[in-house]
């Protein structure tokens, strides 16, 4: 049974930095993608970037590029969103998700089947 399992989130002012993980478990081949998702009050869940397990190519939103970045470490099962400059804006939920794939180009949250819990980040301004 997959299941993904968030840590690392905090409170950090407007220009600060914070790294999420997300542990993952039950996986039993590599042809997944692995997915950043985000939400903040009120409005609709986001895509933030994905990256699949193999070949291990990351894309991003827009409202990210440059200033996020996933990583992944394979022999421990675990993925990172690496968040720079953060901005106000970025408040909300995150979320980490997995859904069967290699190509993970698309950031729907209505693809991802397998969800974690949730961590919160809070950027103050």
């Known amino acids: 049974q997959v299941q993904l399992v968030e840590s690392g989130g905090g409170s950090v002012q407007a220009g600060g930095s914070l790294r999420l993980s997300c542990a993952e478990f039950?996986?039993?081949?590599?042809?997944?993608?692995m997915g950043w998702f985000r939400q903040a009050p009120g409005k609709e869940r986001e895509g933030v970037g994905s990256i699949s397990i193999v070949p291990g190519v990351p894309y991003y939103a827009d409202s990210v590029k440059g200033r996020f970045t996933i990583t992944q470490d394979t022999a421990n099962s675990t993925l990172y969103l690496q968040m720079n400059s953060l901005e106000p804006d970025d408040t909300a939920i995150y979320y980490c998700?997995?859904?069967?794939?290699?190509?993970?180009?698309?950031?729907?949250?209505?693809?991802?089947?397998?969800w974690g819990q949730g961590t919160q980040v809070t950027v103050s301004s």
């Open positions: 039950g996986f039993t081949d590599s042809v997944w993608c």
């Open positions: 998700a997995a859904r069967r794939g290699s190509v993970c180009t698309r950031l729907g949250a209505n693809e991802y089947f397998h």
